[in-house]
């Protein structure tokens, strides 16, 4: 499942301290350069791999 992938990688990079916060990131978070939507809505529309994409952007130091 896309959601458990993700909260697993946000774990995994340090980028959330624990499942509620990952948790709420997916649910709450705009993501800017994903057309301001959450993550929850980019799975929804079967845009996940942008998810993965802009978490990679960000652990790595990037602006996504």
């Known amino acids: 499942m896309m959601k ?8 995994d990079l340090s980028l959330c301290e ?3 916060d990952a948790n709420q990131w997916y649910e709450n978070s705009r993501l ?3 057309g301001n939507k ?3 809505e ?3 529309s079967s845009q996940g791999d ?3 994409d ?3 952007h960000v ?6």
């Open 4 to 11: 458990d992938k993700i909260l697993t990688l946000l774990l």
């Open 18 to 20: 624990n499942y509620d």
């Open 32 to 34: 800017p350069g994903c």
């Open 38 to 40: 959450t993550a929850r």
């Open 42 to 44: 980019l799975v929804g």
């Open 50 to 52: 942008l998810v993965i």
């Open 54 to 56: 802009y978490i990679k």
């Open 59 to 64: 652990a790595d130091g990037s602006y996504a």
